[in-house]
């Protein structure tokens, strides 16, 4: 088992930056990548970004390219978010997520390939 615990969500200014964490636990050890999911109000959960533990090989969505930027520390076991540049239509419900196999780098991407789930922390950008 591997717990997901994220923090640093909040209401922010468009243009602001927020910085998430997500802590790791448990059968961390276990665990091939990290994710970083969002969920807006009435849409389906989307792909933000996510990182190999080891090599810190990284993809992000389109939509975070150039704004976003997902780093982890392997002996603190966290994976970070760091949001910059953030507009309204970043505001959702943040999730991270841990995936246990290497299963090809598209599938880095996708929600269902992921083992474990945080509880999710809020987003909120206001224009």
């Known amino acids: 088992q591997v717990q997901l615990v994220e923090s640093g969500g909040g209401l922010v200014q468009a243009g602001g930056s927020l910085r998430l964490s997500c802590a790791a636990s448990?059968?961390?050890?276990?665990?091939?990548?990290m994710g970083w999911f969002r969920q807006a109000s009435g849409k389906e959960r989307e792909f933000v970004a996510a990182i190999t533990w080891s090599g810190g090989t990284t993809y992000y969505a389109d939509a975070a390219k150039g704004r976003f930027t997902i780093s982890r520390d392997n002996a603190k076991n966290t994976v970070y978010l760091q949001m910059n540049s953030l507009k309204p239509e970043d505001t959702a419900v943040y999730y991270c997520?841990?995936?246990?196999?290497?299963?090809?780098?598209?599938?880095?991407?996708?929600?269902?390939?992921?083992?474990?789930w945080g509880q999710g922390t809020q987003v909120t950008v206001s224009s």
């Open positions: 448990g059968r961390t050890f276990s665990s091939y990548a």
């Open positions: 997520a841990s995936k246990l196999f290497n299963s090809g780098s598209h599938a880095n991407t996708i929600a269902n390939e992921y083992n474990y």
